[in-house]
C-alpha cells in the first residue's frame, strides 16, 4: 500500500513567487492534516481536512496560504506571495480515523526555502 | 502556547546504551504518540499510548505516561546506529501538537 505522497520533495523560490505544494493521502483517509517545521523549531499544525471540507484551520499564518482538497483525494497548499519566513519543511498527514484516536501517517515533507 | 517541550534538546550516546527522552505537554490529551524522524525524511509512527495507560512497550522501546504530571519518556533500550535521528512527542484531543523535539546521536 502506497503511504503519504508530497510532491516536490524540495522547493527553492524567490520571495514574492508562489509555490503550490501536494499531498497525496493514502488511499480511503478521510483525514488529511497540513504541518510545518520552521527554522528547526517546533512542529506546527496548519490545518485539518476532512474529506473535501476544512475542519480546523486555526494554524493556518495568514491569508498567504490557501489550502485545498477537492473531490476529497489530493491536497494542495499554495503560497501567494512567498516570503522568507516561509521557509521550512512542510508535513502533510492522514489517518483514519480524526486526530489523536489513531495513527497518522506522515510524508516525507516538502523542504521550501524562499530566497 | 499551546506547544511543549521536549528535554534533552539533544543527546548523544554509545552504541549498546539506552536512551531516555522526556515530553512535557500542556493540554488535556486522549493519548500520546511518539515520533521519529530521520534527517530530511518525514515522520514515522513509533508507539502510541492511551491516556489511561502508564506504560506500554513495543520491541526495543518503552513509554510511560504520567498525567498528572503532564509527561511522557520514551526509553530506547541497546541503542544502534540506525537509532539516530529526531524524536518527538505529539499529543492532543482534537488535534495534534507536537513537542520541541530530542536529537539522538547514536555513535558506532
Known amino acids: 500500500e502506497a503511504g503519504v505522497t508530497q510532491f516536490p520533495s524540495h522547493s527553492v523560490i524567490e520571495k514574492g513567487q508562489t509555490v503550490t505544494l501536494r499531498c497525496d493521502p493514502i488511499?480511503?483517509?478521510?483525514?488529511l492534516y497540513w504541518y510545518r517545521r520552521v527554522m528547526g523549531k517546533e512542529i506546527k499544525f496548519l490545518l485539518h481536512f476532512v474529506k473535501e471540507s476544512k475542519q480546523d484551520e486555526s494554524g493556518m499564518p495568514n491569508n498567504r496560504f490557501l489550502a485545498e482538497r477537492t473531490g476529497g483525494t489530493y491536497s494542495t497548499l499554495k503560497v501567494q506571495p512567498a516570503e522568507l519566513e516561509d521557509s521550512g519543511v512542510y508535513f502533510c498527514?492522514?489517518?483514519?480515523?480524526?486526530?489523536?484516536?489513531?495513527?497518522?501517517?506522515f510524508g516525507q515533507g516538502t523542504r521550501l526555502t524562499v530566497v | 502556547s499551546q506547544q511543549g517541550e521536549e528535554d534533552p534538546q539533544a543527546l548523544s550516546i554509545q552504541e549498546g546504551e539506552n536512551a531516555t527522552m522526556n515530553c512535557s505537554y500542556k493540554?488535556?490529551?486522549?493519548?500520546l504518540q511518539w515520533y521519529r524522524q530521520n534527517s530530511g525524511r518525514g515522520l514515522v509512527h513509533l508507539i502510541l499510548?492511551?491516556?489511561?495507560?502508564r506504560e506500554k512497550h513495543s520491541g526495543r522501546l518503552r513509554v510511560t505516561l504520567d498525567t498528572s504530571k503532564k509527561s511522557s519518556s520514551l526509553l530506547i533500550t541497546a541503542s544502534r546506529a540506525a537509532d539516530t535521528a529526531s524524536y518527538f512527542c505529539a499529543w492532543g484531543f482534537n488535534k495534534f501538537y507536537f513537542g520541541s523535539g530530542t536529537k539522538l546521536n547514536v555513535k558506532p
Open positions: 488511499s480511503g483517509h478521510d483525514n
Open positions: 499510548i492511551r491516556s489511561n495507560e
Open positions: 498527514a492522514s489517518s483514519l480515523r480524526a486526530y489523536m484516536n489513531t495513527e497518522a501517517f
Open positions: 493540554t488535556s490529551i486522549n493519548n
